[in-house]
């Protein structure tokens, strides 16, 4: 049975940078990554970019790591293999193919899953679900003998992709249940500039409105709305959100909830197991409050965190992160924890005539999080304010004021 | 295109930062680790703003936060330290 002294389970960049902080302190043990996927670490961030979809894309740029690279650190990459089961007594991770691992540390990096579209008929052909490399391969294949697409859900991949499937001059349709662009985690006003974007570009949006059916034979040839319209299509691509099914986690009595619960130090409630990067709901130290984050700058930093405990150390994760994505000339950046949850107000920066806007989130008289669209400078100031724990009692005025520079109040 | 930017930082071992414009893809993890340094410009692309803010570490840090690595670290012996 093969032993690891640092075994970690999820291959992309969370679980790499957690390997790579690994053997920068420890040379010599064993360390391994178990890869779902048959790849080396990538950037899976690119795989909603229209960089990735253009012919002069050179496909080596989206290699995060190389296979040269496991060699030259010595950590072993099991591809293409899947963790299915957890015996945390004997310290065993057993894989889909029966391989028993056994572990003196283990880090559950696992990511996040795109919740499965489940209509009648969305199980057939040309209806792509993006979250790896092959689902982009073959989203990137289909999309120069496309002519109609359907996008579902007003999340911000499905935004890169109505991009992307514009770039191609395909008629698209963005079908949303809600009554505006990602309702509620904007305000009306403010989805008004994305959805004015949207609309200059030649994308169809359609609002409250849901598909009942996907029809067609082997592949997806139409939907049909909740309302009866039929909308042709050669290609459906649903964008909505993220789950992850964590059973054979729950049932050795790992906690999770939404992820896997961990402390500040990305500590799980069983000793010698961490989690990191979109799986885990961990205790901000600046929000005051467990969250879960889906970026890339969180799955990186908190590698390196896990890393570093997982080495020895004590050190507890600290940081705002953030995640900037652009498309038509819009760019949209999340700050910190966006979730418009009941026990949160809003402050809104910005206009609909500048077509920007930053959404700041307060909980408890403090900012916890922003989406800011077209503000991108704003950025490092908005940060800085929710790292600080800045009381915003009393500022709420200049706060709101669009022309007012935050740098001011730091 | 590359676009170089020189340090002069006293006691720094980093002589050069390099942002590769055809790589960044502007998700701003540069921006959110050392606003000090870089800012996105108005093609939504990482630049910097002054090479000489950070510390090396911070730099480096940075570097390592993109995930199309684009931003290229030299040292003063024009070795190249990341990525």
Redesign the interface.
Known sequence: MKKFKYLIIGGGVSGTTAAETIRNSDKDSLVAIINEEPYTAYSRVTLSKHEFYDKEWEEDKIWFRTPDWYLKENIELIAGKVAVNLDHDKKLVILNDGEEIEYEKLLLAIGSCAKKWMVPGSDKKNIFVLRNLDDAKAIRDKMPTAKNAIAVGGGFVSFEMCHILRQFNIDTTLVLRESYYWEPVLSEDEAAVVEEALIKNEVKILKNSEINEVVGGEFAEGVILKDGTKIDCDIIIPGIGVACSLNWLKSPGLETNRGILTNEYLETNIPDIWASGDVAEFNDLILEERVQLGNWLNAQQQGRVAGLNMAGKKEPFRMVTSYSTNGFGVTICFVGDVRPEADRTMISRGSLESKSWARLLVKDGEIIGATIINRTPELAAISKLIATDFKISGHEKELADPDFDLKKVI | MRKEYIRTKEGSNISKIIVDRD?C?????C???S?ATY??DDE?KAVVIDPNAASDEELITAA??C???AIIIIDKEEKQIYP
Do not use: F, M
């Open positions: 790589l893809i502007g998700a701003a993890s921006v959110a680790v606003a800012k996105l939504n390592k936060s995930p199309t690595k």
